[in-house]
């Protein structure tokens, strides 16, 4: 009897130890090829795209250059071939701005322009005019109890280095096409800047419903369109034809960007989800993009590119990359790839060259590091 149980533990052992074999095959065989592998950052360096396991071989993204940065930089703009690189930056209880001209190629930085009009002197995102030579950005003097007095707006041409200081503070809404102009909004009316002539020339009286978030023109500069977040609609302007229509068909509408003259890309959510829809604002239809997640959206100056980030949680985000195409007065949109395991939430900049750049938090505080990419079309 005591012959047989020690048999029989001996059986079980054996059968264990050969289970152990077999599954430690099993785990060698699957994870030596799988796609997917977390990088783990043991020397704090930042993950690198071109070097993933993640990497789908298929796709037209390629890493071009990483610049370090000893500034926090909040945003990029593509300056035909260069890269103008802004921050805001604080030096003995003074704040300002610097602008970085950056040669992505040889990683060089060109040229460094530093603002600092005020003891309080700051950028906002999307102030910088299509033609990238005028910068609007926000002054003030600092009172006691941490407050400010005499805001101000100042508006500077980054080519010739003059400046006109506007005796108020405003929120730029959106630029007329070729820079010539701008939207703004102050004190409960919406007005139109222009440029040359130094002032406003005209005044919107809007109701404090009716504040307007965005503001972009139609490719020929026909058509004026106004994003009201609170009313979630999008108003309409034909300034050929003096009419007036909206887009409110689709719910919670948070942003929206010009195609063409008849297409718009919609950001709007249903059901806790984040869609894109392209409208088009001739037969007033709508098509969702499907299979796309985003934070955010960007689209490249010529229209031929479209940037999604989202947030994948664990202070990392994800950006895809599509491309635009029209065929027969349809939009057609697929896909290019993915850069995943981004740091944070990066800032972005597209060019009509095929060219992309984020910037992420560097290594240390106070640093940024910015990647550049080339994409390729798969047609």
């Not at 003891?119 to 950005?137: D, G, R, W």
């Not at 009313?231 to 948070?254: E, M």
């Not at 939009?331 to 740091?343: C, H, R, T």
């Not at 095929?354 to 798969?378: M, P, R, V």
Request: charged share 30%; no cysteine; net charge negative.
């Amino acid at each position: 009897m005591l012959k047989n149980i020690k048999q029989d533990i001996k059986n079980i052992i054996l059968l264990l130890f050969i289970v152990g074999i077999l599954s430690l095959i099993v785990y060698v065989s699957v994870y030596e090829n799988k796609e997917y592998s977390k990088n783990v950052k043991l020397d704090g360096k930042t993950y690198d795209y071109n070097e993933s396991n993640y990497k789908n071989k298929d796709e037209s993204i390629k890493l071009d250059s990483v610049i370090p940065i000893d500034d926090y930089i909040l945003d990029l703009e593509f300056n035909e071939d260069n890269l103008l690189a802004i921050s805001n930056y604080t030096d003995n209880n003074k704040s300002g701005i610097n602008i970085y001209e950056i040669n992505p190629d040889d990683e060089s930085i060109l040229n460094v322009k530093t603002l600092n009009d005020g003891v309080f002197t700051m950028y906002n995102l999307e102030s910088m005019s299509p033609s990238k030579e005028i910068l609007a950005y926000n002054t003030a003097e600092h009172e006691k109890n941490d407050k400010y007095k005499d805001l101000k707006s100042v508006l500077y041409n980054l080519k010739d280095d003059s400046y006109i200081t506007l005796p108020y503070y405003f929120d730029l809404l959106g630029w007329v096409p070729d820079s010539s102009g701008f939207y703004g909004y102050k004190n409960g009316e919406l007005f139109s800047y222009d440029i040359n002539e130094e002032k406003i020339v005209k005044t919107y009286e809007l109701k404090k419903s009716d504040y307007v978030n965005k503001i972009l023109f139609s490719q020929d500069g026909t058509k004026l369109y106004m994003l009201n977040v609170n009313k979630n609609k999008i108003d309409i302007y034909d300034l050929k034809n003096n009419s007036v229509s909206k887009i409110d068909d689709i719910k919670f509408i948070s942003d929206f960007d010009v195609i063409d003259d008849t297409h718009l890309l919609i950001e709007g959510t249903n059901a806790d989800k984040k869609n894109v829809y392209i409208y088009d604002t001739e037969h007033k239809s709508k098509k969702i993009i499907n299979g796309v997640h985003l934070d955010e959206m960007y689209l490249s100056k010529d229209k031929s590119k479209l940037v999604t980030v989202y947030y994948t949680g664990n202070n990392e985000s994800t950006i895809d990359v599509y491309e635009l195409g029209m065929y027969s007065e349809n939009v057609d949109v697929y896909k290019l790839g993915s850069i995943p395991m981004i740091k944070g939430i990066p800032y972005i900049a597209i060019s009509d060259n095929n060219k992309l750049a984020y910037s992420i938090e560097g290594n240390k505080f106070g640093e940024s590091e910015i990647y550049t990419y080339s994409i390729s079309s798969k047609k």
